[in-house]
């Protein structure tokens, strides 16, 4: 039988995790100028550094490249909020990155007024249903390109009809937004409970 200790020092790694995920921090006043700079920029874009931001920040050129795509979708998008979620929460469920799928599934619900048991279903991959029509459309059109099956001819038109082009890019460009969000979390093992550095 193995040695309880010997197990335990094996499995507490103190260099497994940093300060989110597996990913270690710079706090700000040691961050080097160009990183400082892609940070403020993404602070002053969303009024806050989330999540993977806190992990591009290591890419001070990804970042200021990337984070304007995600403040779009805070401000921007021909999507509602509850459009958004939807499409969020069937991508981060299908990627299966926690932080995303836990912070989104409150997201979802709070700002985005999506019924919980609704929300849950689309991180499970559950089969559910919306009332209202572009609701309805955006859930069937990202449930197929999550599951990377081809989009019907009457989903097609159907979304085309209800999101306009516009809308449909939106949700399409959205999906491959959370798709790198997720990858992100996922390569650093960001727990669902993860906080980082506040700062």
């Known amino acids: 039988m193995p040695d309880i200790n010997e197990t335990r020092a094996l499995l507490e790694d103190p260099d497994a995790f940093g300060t989110f995920g597996r990913f270690t921090e710079t706090p700000v006043g040691q961050m080097p100028a160009e990183m400082r700079a892609a940070f403020d920029f993404t602070n002053s874009l969303?009024?806050?550094?989330?999540?993977?931001?806190?992990?591009?920040?290591?890419?001070?050129?990804?970042?200021?490249?990337?984070?304007?795509?995600?403040?779009y979708y805070q401000a921007d998008s021909t999507l509602s909020k509850a459009e958004i979620e939807i499409a969020t929460l069937v991508i981060c469920g299908r990627w299966g990155a926690a932080y995303s799928s836990f912070e989104h599934e409150k997201i979802g619900v709070r700002l985005g007024g999506l019924d919980s048991a609704k929300a849950e279903a689309l991180?499970?991959?559950?089969?559910?249903?919306?009332?209202?029509?572009r609701?309805?459309?955006?859930?069937?059109?990202?449930?197929?390109?999550?599951?990377?099956?081809?989009?019907?001819?009457g989903l097609f038109r159907r979304a085309q009809e209800l999101l306009g082009d516009a809308g449909l890019v939106d949700v399409t460009v959205l999906m491959g937004w959370?798709?790198?969000?997720?990858?992100?979390?996922?390569?650093?093992?960001?727990p669902s409970n993860a906080v980082g550095l506040d700062q």
């Open 123 to 133: 991180i499970a991959g559950l089969p559910t249903a919306f009332g209202d029509p």
């Open 178 to 190: 959370f798709t790198a969000v997720s990858l992100t979390l996922m390569a650093y093992d960001v």
């Open 46 to 71: 969303r009024g806050l550094v989330p999540g993977p931001h806190k992990i591009w920040a290591a890419n001070p050129d990804l970042l200021r490249t990337i984070a304007p795509i995600g403040a």
């Open 135 to 153: 609701q309805q459309v955006v859930y069937e059109l990202s449930s197929a390109l999550a599951a990377a099956r081809v989009v019907p001819q």
